[in-house]
């Protein structure tokens, strides 16, 4: 086991002093978030990399959120060893005691790497770098490999099963040419026979750990072939890989899920267990919105191949604590706060503010001076059973995709009017015709998919509008007006619609504005399917995707009504490849 060592407690006050004294960050109170590690206890570990300063810094959210910690340079052969046979591990056993008062596993990365190594390795006995030499002796190499075996030795004695998985070779698979990157002292003075050596050397030392293949890029096709050989190759050869670990330093913009996913089940193939073990995503020129839908797809997709994969670690706690600190990659922000991202993982089947509601606020209501009167989660309540006074109350401010509804009757019964936020409400006249009120998420389904269409030309055709699928499309081209109508089959409160016209083709270019694209249209609202009323008019557009919010408008029926299919006057053909409507449903 490892060496237990003194001073933690002292060192831990010195960092928290310094911190208080020397940073402007809001420490993060964690105690009404939900915590990840238990939201995702029956899938897979979820881990974190940490130094010294952020157990400090950042050492509530480590506790309330992850049950595994990476040290993220202290185990590196530089941090451990930086001249031959001299061992220092004060700073990784810091770490590592941490994880044990708190009921943590650690990965231990890494044990053999081409950086981040100081050169004494290499060097000969008249100080010379051997991989520079003309000719590479028996010797040499048998001193190499001795050093090799020695830091893997040391190492893992010294911790024993404290650190149960370890990163034994990290990123030696070539960007390009060859297999082994050429640039590696390792590679250039053992060539591939040092993977041999070092997996065999760590399995002989404590067979009982978890031996891993670490590598940046590995889920790209351009990389990954040459990674599934080099360890297929190995595994055929007996040498006791157990597990492939998948950087994961994704962005916004990156590899497809499908890939990243495909990715996986190859190496599982293999028969190598998974471990996500670098995991950020970078939001440089997209905002934090798109950021936590890469993420919800992403945790959504790992807990759906979790029976290969048993570890995910985020590379950093929080944005100010991030090697790619200037993209944001994390699921806190520099106030140590939680990010939309943290919300979307929270509850992959839902966007990211119903999850953040349902555990924080839905809806704040001020008086007049701008002071908060209530705040509400999501839910019914009866007024009499408020612990505010609805009268007071002239203004609203509900949390994303939310809407506040008053009844007149109790139990959300009767008649009702509806809100979202808004500076401008009459709390007192409301208050006198209400008796109860429910806050709720707006549905983020598409509820036109699918629904029966109609249309005044090529009605037979109207729901290629409607069927979710990017390259059909509604085209008539005859005299305008063009009419199509949707029966949501069900009464709705519609929040939102968008339209996505001719532009958007392959054959049209996927481009942002056309003149091709319908110019003049309404959509309309309906009850009964016969008496249209317009709630939203537009003129001029040239746009490709006409995108608008709606102030809660109630139908059962909706209608697109294009009076001016392009902005060409000798072109009257129409494109419409989808229509999509967005809003919550009401009771018949």
Do not use: C
Request: net charge negative; aromatic share 10%.
């Amino acid at each position: 086991m490892m060496k237990k060592t003194k001073g933690f407690a002292r060192f831990t006050l010195i960092l928290t002093l310094m911190f208080m004294l020397g940073s402007s960050s809001v420490l993060a109170d964690v105690s009404k978030q939900p915590s990840l590690k238990e939201i995702y206890k029956d899938y897979f570990d979820l881990g974190v990399a940490v130094n010294n300063r952020t157990l400090v810094t950042h050492a509530e959210i480590i506790k309330h959120h992850f049950n595994s910690i990476t040290a993220e340079n202290e185990m590196k052969p530089e941090a451990l060893q930086r001249t031959a046979r001299n061992f220092d591990f004060s700073s990784a056993d810091r770490m590592v005691e941490f994880a044990q008062e708190n009921g943590m596993k650690v990965r231990g990365h890494t044990l053999v790497w081409h950086a981040q190594t100081r050169d004494w390795f290499w060097r000969d006995g008249r100080n010379q770098l051997i991989y520079e030499k003309d000719e590479i002796t028996a010797e040499d190499r048998a001193l190499v490999q001795r050093r090799l075996e020695d830091h893997i030795e040391g190492v893992m004695s010294h911790f024993g099963d404290a650190v149960y998985a370890w990163d034994v070779v990290n990123e030696a698979v070539s960007d390009g040419g060859t297999i082994h990157r050429p640039d590696s002292p390792w590679y250039m003075i053992l060539g591939d026979e040092f993977m041999k050596i070092a997996f065999r050397k760590a399995h002989e030392v404590n067979p009982n750990i978890i031996l891993f293949y670490n590598d940046y890029n590995s889920d790209h096709g351009y990389k990954r072939g040459r990674t599934l050989q080099m360890l297929q190759e190995l595994l055929d050869e007996g040498v006791p890989i157990h597990g492939m670990g998948l950087q994961g330093h994704w962005s916004v913009d990156g590899l497809t899920i499908a890939e990243i996913e495909r990715s996986i089940r190859m190496y599982a193939d293999l028969g190598l267990e998974i471990h996500i073990t670098e995991m950020d995503v970078g939001m440089t020129g997209f905002t934090e919105e798109e950021q936590a839908e890469r993420y919800r797809q992403l945790f959504e997709m790992f807990k759906r191949n979790s029976d290969v994969i048993t570890s995910v670690t985020l590379w950093g706690v929080s944005d100010d604590a991030s090697w790619r600190g200037d993209e944001n990659p994390l699921l806190f922000g520099r106030d140590h706060q939680p990010k939309p991202a943290f919300w979307a993982i929270v509850d992959t089947d839902k966007p990211w503010y119903v999850n953040k509601a349902e555990y924080t606020k839905a809806a704040v209501l001020k008086d007049s001076t701008g002071q908060a009167v209530g705040e509400l989660m999501p839910g019914t309540f009866n007024l009499a059973d408020l612990d505010f006074d609805l009268a007071e109350v002239t203004a609203l401010e509900l949390e994303k995709g939310h809407l506040i509804s008053f009844y007149a009757e109790e139990n959300a019964q009767g008649d009702a009017v509806h809100f979202v936020s808004t500076k401008d409400f009459d709390g007192a006249a409301v208050a006198a015709q209400t008796k109860s009120l429910v806050v709720r998420a707006v549905q983020a389904d598409n509820i036109a998919l699918n629904k029966p269409a109609d249309a005044n030309f090529l009605a037979d055709r109207a729901g290629r509008a409607v069927d979710g699928e990017p390259v059909s499309s509604w085209a008539p081209n005859a005299e305008p007006p063009y009419w199509i109508s949707i029966d949501l089959e069900g009464t709705y409160l519609l929040s939102r619609w968008a339209v996505r016209l001719q532009g958007t083709s392959v054959l049209a270019g996927q481009v942002e504005e056309s003149p091709l694209n319908a110019a003049d249209f309404a959509l309309q609202v309906s009850l009964d399917g016969e008496n249209w009323q317009d709630v939203d008019v537009v003129e001029g557009n040239i746009k490709s995707v006409y995108d608008k919010d709606l102030n809660l408008v109630e139908a059962r029926y909706v209608r697109l009504y294009v009076t001016k299919p392009t902005s060409l006057d000798h072109n009257q053909r129409l494109g419409v490849h989808e229509l999509e409507i967005y809003g919550t449903p009401l009771a018949d």
